[in-house]
């Protein structure tokens, strides 16, 4: 009975590690640990595997970009900008208005 968690590892892993592309490198780890879970058989290193994989995942979801967020002064411009536009396009509210 095999009692290790160690997977032979194709050239692309080490190649990923070795980019410097951060969010790729932990995507692959988190695989990398998933195929060691899949065929681990020893519970104190699916333990392991589980916690290290449980932070990985966490350090994916804060290198994930996040979308461009304005701060309030553009929020304001932009739904005033929404406003005028949709006056212009509505002649009906065009006539109440004036």
Do not use: H, N, W
Not at 40 to 46: F, K
């Amino acid at each position: 009975m095999k009692r290790g968690c160690f997977v032979s590892r194709k050239r692309s892993f080490a190649e990923v590690i070795t980019s410097g592309d951060y969010l790729a490198s932990l995507e692959a780890t988190r695989d990398a640990i998933a195929a060691d879970l899949a065929v681990c058989e020893s519970m104190r290193d699916r333990a392991a595997l589980y916690l290290r994989l449980s932070d990985v995942l966490a350090k994916i979801e804060e290198a994930k970009p996040r979308p461009a967020r304005g701060d309030v002064v553009d929020e304001i411009a932009a739904r005033r900008a929404a406003r005028r536009s949709g006056t212009a396009q509505d002649p009906a509210r065009a006539k109440r208005t004036g």
